[in-house]
């Protein structure tokens, strides 16, 4: 009975949390989990969450198939779900198996102490206190109630659906857990009482297959359910085997129906949360995590801070063009992702200059009055480097800045020396064993002039498409129409965060 009393206490903690909990206690339960963590940067990606989230899946896949071979008389409510939703939880699984890179891993911030993924401990926690039904609009803002106290990078914003998955199948296991440890009781009951003839059933000989299976008092809370369960069902005598019951209770007759209540009471608790994750787990695979990322990304509702106002007006994959840059820099200059967006933001701010009613047009603004600028020019993330050296950090030199900075220059030396090289390649194979006069030497360097060119351009090319990726150009989002408005009217629509959420 004291196995029953926990886990109802436990359930009944959680349900309450869920019924009692408004969005003020949520975020104030988000505040304390973040003054708890420590984040730290692992260099090597971490094996635990590979390791344990297959550990889960394994059980789950043992439980199926012995709930697929049981027998039904043993059936519990949360059973049904699990088995109409398998093939779905395996396809969950595929998700989470093809996206679960070490790359992935690797940018993810872990705890100190418990070494876990910072990401993971958060959706956790969330889904403990909402009883693993997600709700778009209060995950966002328990994320960003935590975000007030310790901010998530951007990595970890992006890996909130996938971490979410794999945080409900955990979930999911715990709970499958208990009741395949119920499944078992029952399992033994049924075969405690499979030796024992129906029509001979009585006290002594339930008294025997109890020592034989080396069951003693007191008897666990389940045995008694399922032994109440199936002896009222077998036996003819039912006051006789009531009053061998009451022998096996510590709490007096009256418990005998209250525990019965209880193991009910429970295995209804684990049919909802079962229902709740599993349904969870079908919103995540439909849910649209753009709109959402862009509410919760602190780098975003920086950058949309921008005072020439362009970044809020670009379509996404622009934007996002701009979050990369932001978390490349922040990983090489080892600060804060925020921290690098936000130095951008006010270094447009300052080439913007004072509001003037007649710069009616973005046209007419200096090209360091936007944000990309300084993320994408070579000269602008100079500039952005010696701001964060205010910080007392950011002090890593960037070669490739240099050599864009100068890219002309950088692109015909290499081109010379290749050339050079290519030409006198050709040159020492063509005069191997061979004597040319000057003259002759002369007409041959012209006329090797064209090949070694070729082959010294198409080198160059490689090498350029080898150590720099292509930058696709920023475009505006025209997706609701064409509208450009103009600089006067943007500045006279409101606070830039409103705008932001409009465009």
């Known amino acids: 009975m004291a196995m029953i009393l926990d886990s109802l206490a436990i359930f009944d903690s959680l349900r309450g949390d869920l019924l009692i909990l408004n969005t003020e ?14 984040p730290y940067n692992r260099r090597r990606p971490s094996t635990r969450l590979w390791r344990d989230f297959y550990t889960d899946v394994k059980e789950l896949r043992a439980l199926i198939r ?7 008389s043993c059936s519990q409510p949360a059973e049904e779900w699990l088995l109409d939703h398998a093939e779905f939880i395996e396809e969950q699984v595929l998700v989470i198996r093809r996206q679960l890179s070490g790359k992935f891993l690797r940018d993810l911030p872990h705890l100190r102490k418990s070494g876990k993924a910072r990401v993971l401990s958060i959706c956790a926690d969330y889904l403990e206190h909402v009883d693993g039904l997600l709700d778009e609009d209060s995950l966002v803002s328990y994320t960003n109630s935590y975000q007030e106290v310790s901010i998530l990078t951007i990595a970890e ?11 409900l199948i955990r979930r999911l296991t715990e709970v499958m857990e208990l009741v395949r440890e119920r499944r078992e009781v029952c399992a033994l ?46 036996a003819e005598d039912s006051a006789t085997v009531r009053e061998w019951l009451m022998c096996k209770l510590e709490n007096g007759p009256e418990s005998l129906d209250q525990i019965v209540s ?19 787990l079908r919103k995540i695979s439909r849910l649209n995590w753009q709109d959402r990322f862009e509410q919760i990304c602190m780098v975003e509702r920086t950058l949309c801070e921008e005072s020439a106002g362009v970044y809020p007006r670009l379509d996404f994959s622009s934007r996002d063009v701009l979050r990369k840059r932001v978390e490349k820099l922040a990983r090489r200059l080892r600060v804060p992702e925020n921290l690098v967006a936000q130095h951008a933001v006010e270094l447009a701010a300052k080439g913007c200059g004072p509001v003037d009613a007649d710069r009616v047009h973005l046209e007419e603004l200096p090209r ?5 600028y300084y993320l994408l020019e070579p000269d602008g993330i100079k500039e952005l480097q010696r701001s964060l050296k205010v910080c007392g950090s950011a002090t890593r030199y960037l070669p490739e ?33 061979a004597s040319f006069s000057t003259f002759q030497w002369g007409l041959i360097v012209i006329a090797l002039s064209l090949p070694a060119s070729e082959w010294a ?27 450009l408005p103009l600089w006067s009217s943007y500045l006279s629509s409101g606070p830039q965060s409103e705008k932001c959420r409009k465009w």
């Open 66 to 72: 012995s709930l697929q071979d049981g027998s039904a």
């Open 457 to 483: 351009i198409t080198a160059v090319h490689w090498l350029i498409g080898c150590v720099r990726q292509p930058q696709p150009l920023l475009r505006y989002d025209f997706s609701r129409g064409v509208r």
């Open 368 to 372: 360091h009055a936007f944000v990309s």
């Open 189 to 234: 009951v049924e075969r405690l009482l499979s030796r024992i003839e129906p029509s001979k059933l009585s006290p002594d000989l339930l008294n025997e297959a109890l020592e034989a299976a080396g069951l003693e008092m007191p008897l666990s809370g389940p045995l008694v359910v399922y032994l109440i369960r199936s002896l009222r069902e077998w």
């Open 157 to 167: 914003v992006w890996a909130i659906p996938l971490i979410l998955r794999i945080a």
């Open 25 to 38: 206690q949520l975020q104030q339960k988000a505040h304390e989990i973040a003054l708890t963590h420590d």
């Open 401 to 433: 800045i240099g050599v864009l900075r100068r890219a002309t220059g950088t692109y015909f030396t290499i081109l010379a020396v290749l050339f050079s090289i290519a030409l006198f390649g050709f040159a020492v194979w063509i005069g191997e064993g």
């Open 262 to 280: 209880y193991e009910f009471q429970l295995q209804a608790a684990y049919q909802v949360t079962t229902g709740n994750l599993i349904g969870s």
